[in-house]
């Protein structure tokens, strides 16, 4: 049981660049999101989906596009990376809406340069 | 807006001491949590508790929801605790997070 996986574990992309985080879990949870973690600041909810086909933004949305085909998978796009994107990602699921279970996946390290 | 705040921001503890965490929130809640983020950055889920008290080992948590706050209790430390402890609340949809409270335990 792999629990939530990320990938890439580490990044750099140059300003302008863009690329995706990918997000799958595998117990069947309904709810996924993702957060960005900078100093100071806490984690800061960047888009989440409450099942296949629904998404919506989340505090920091500004950036990134989202999608939810499947109940597993939940990629994150950034469009044109800037330098205040740089960050950890975290994607997180759960059973119910912020519910209990919440389980995160190990992080991706991103710099933008 | 939603606030979730927790304290102190920081704590230096010698190993074997005991502890306090705070976490306050802004309107009645229906749904807190505490995690656990290692040095390692890993972040782990230990206690949904929307009110009341449970125990898990050495940790423990109590939500009194009526009066806004939760408390998470860390006894006989061991510097496995380092790291930096969450509490979030649930806020609609979305999971809302405190600024968290870094912890270090010294040996």
């Known amino acids: 049981n792999a629990g939530v996986t990320q990938t890439p574990k580490f990044q750099v992309l140059k300003t302008g660049q863009s690329m995706t985080l990918q997000c799958a879990q595998d117990?069947?949870?309904?709810?996924m999101s993702w957060y960005r973690q900078d100093p100071g600041m806490g984690l800061r909810l960047i888009h989440y989906?409450?099942?296949?086909?629904?998404?919506d933004q989340g505090e920091v949305p500004n950036g990134y596009n989202v999608s939810r085909s499947t109940t597993e998978d939940f990629p994150l796009r950034l469009l044109s990376a800037a330098p205040s994107q740089t960050s950890v990602y975290f994607c997180?699921?759960?059973?119910?809406?912020?519910?209990?279970?919440?389980?995160f996946g190990s992080g991706t390290r991103l710099t933008v340069v | 807006g939603i606030q979730v705040e927790q304290s102190p921001p920081d704590l230096i503890l010698q190993e074997g001491a005991n502890s306090t965490l705070r976490c306050n929130f802004s309107?009645?809640?229906?749904?807190l949590q505490w995690f656990h983020q290692n040095p390692w950055g890993q972040l782990i889920n230990l206690f949904y508790?929307?009110?009341g008290t449970k125990q898990n080992g050495r940790l423990s948590a109590t939500t009194v929801a009526t009066e806004r706050y939760s408390l998470l209790y860390i006894s006989s430390s061991q510097t496995t605790d380092s790291g930096v402890y969450f509490c979030?609340?649930?806020?609609?949809?979305?999971?809302?997070f405190g600024a968290g409270t870094i912890l270090r335990v010294k040996s």
């Open positions: 997180a699921s759960s059973y119910g809406q912020g519910g209990s279970g919440y389980t």
């Open positions: 117990m069947n949870h309904e709810y």
């Open positions: 989906s409450v099942g296949a086909g629904i998404t």
């Open positions: 309107d009645s809640v229906n749904n």
């Open positions: 508790i929307p009110s």
């Open positions: 979030a609340r649930k806020h609609g949809n979305k999971l809302v």
